[in-house]
């Protein structure tokens, strides 16, 4: 069972930047791939950046050199690095990893971007 924290959302500027932190916790042998989703009102959920255990990375076209996704194996957490920052990214932002068989989801922290 793995349990997935989200933090790092808030209120920011327009071309403001943004970290979210992922932390991953429970009984499990290790995490695979992590990834970042986000949803906005109205819009069905989508996948953002992902990350697998090796390091390796993949962004959405509409993110692509403006997030940057990481994580520490050591620490069972992933990072969303956020910059250049548009009211269109506004959206709840999810965390989801998978271990072993399982896919877990986190609660979701929201990001808002004013103009």
């Known amino acids: 069972q793995v349990q997935l924290v989200e933090s790092g959302g808030g209120l920011v500027q327009a071309g403001g930047s943004l970290r979210l932190s992922c932390a991953a916790s429970g009984s499990f042998f290790s995490i695979n791939s992590m990834r970042w989703y986000r949803q906005a009102p109205g819009k069905q959920r989508e996948l953002v950046a992902t990350?697998?255990?090796?390091?390796?990375?993949n962004y959405a076209d509409s993110v692509k050199g403006r997030f940057t996704i990481s994580r520490d194996n050591a620490k069972n957490t992933a990072y969303l690095q956020m910059g250049s920052l548009q009211p269109g990214v506004t959206a709840l932002y999810y965390c989801?990893?998978?271990?072993?068989?399982?896919?877990?989801w986190g609660q979701g922290t929201q990001i808002t971007v004013s103009s």
């Open positions: 989801r990893a998978t271990s072993g068989g399982s896919i877990n």
């Open positions: 990350i697998t255990s090796g390091g390796s990375t």
